[in-house]
């Protein structure tokens, strides 16, 4: 990357923010969409410090067998102590083991609580069970927002004929409403677009390019308490490609203000309004083929690095 580093470099000139490391990813054959979502991993900064930190005291501990998130801790660590501001670097390592494992990396991961509520038609009692979530994945529809994709997620569902739901006061199969809800918001909401769909009369999955509004700044409000939860966008992992069984991944990273552009091992700065033209076309037949297809926010209450 070294005329690319060297162009970032000169872009940024003085506001090169003190202490930060920008460097692409090697592709090991397949890997871009790993290395779109460890540059979205690694610019969320509370977890980024939260796994250095856990990092050094697993050096200064007893050996213990490695594990993906000691790979991950060990490739940002990697990055974050080179002498150079900009680069290239192999994500061997975590690559090899994300193959074996990834467990402990997602119990170490922000996590929030899902409520899913069923309540019975007959006796109105209702039934409610708490479930732990790392990501939303949401159902789109064409010329929709986030916003829209998240009341579709709660709104509220019937469940009838051969899904009547049992009920424990009733002792039988009762019609009931069901309606998912959030009980407590994570710190980094993560938002996976089901851009990816099966169709009955292909036989087959497409890709669906549809437009999908993602904002800058998110207002989460359907929680249990009604209370609305305030988010910043800070990356996004993009889908180029026309179907699900070929393209490639590339990422979209805030960091310190500045927007960049990671594409394996190339970096480059863009403009924050270049971000709209990964919402998806609003036809089905356009030459853009770069959609948004992961989204990462970080709640405007926890600490920032923006």
Sequence with gaps: MGAAGSKLEKALGDQFPEGERYFGLENFGN????????????????FREQ?????????????????????LADLFTQISSQKKKTGVIAPKRFVQRLKKQNELFRSYMHQGILTNETRCLRCETVTA????????????EQNSSITSCLKNFSSTETLNAEDKFFCDKCCSLQEAQKRMKIKKPPHILVIHLKRFKYIEQLGRYKKLS???????????????????????????VVHVGSGPNHGHYVSLVKSHNHWLFFD?????????S??????????????????????????LGANKNS
């Design 264 to 272: 394996d091992e190339n970096v480059e700065m863009i403009d924050e």
């Design 210 to 236: 549809y437009r999908v509004v993602f904002p800058l700044e998110l207002k989460l409000s359907n929680t249990v308490e009604d209370a609305d939860s305030e988010y910043s966008l800070f990356a996004v």
């Design 31 to 46: 890997t871009c969409y790993c290395n779109s979502v460890l540059q979205a991993l690694y610019f969320c900064v509370p």
């Design 274 to 299: 270049a971000i709209q033209t990964f919402f998806g076309s609003a036809q089905e037949y356009s030459s853009n083929t770069d959609h948004g297809y992961i989204l990462f926010y970080e709640s």
């Design 129 to 140: 069970r708490d479930e732990t979530f790392f990501d939303l994945s949401l159902d789109i």
């Design 51 to 71: 796994l250095l930190e856990y990092y050094s005291n697993y050096k200064n501990g007893a050996d213990t067998e490695d594990n993906l998130l000691i790979c």
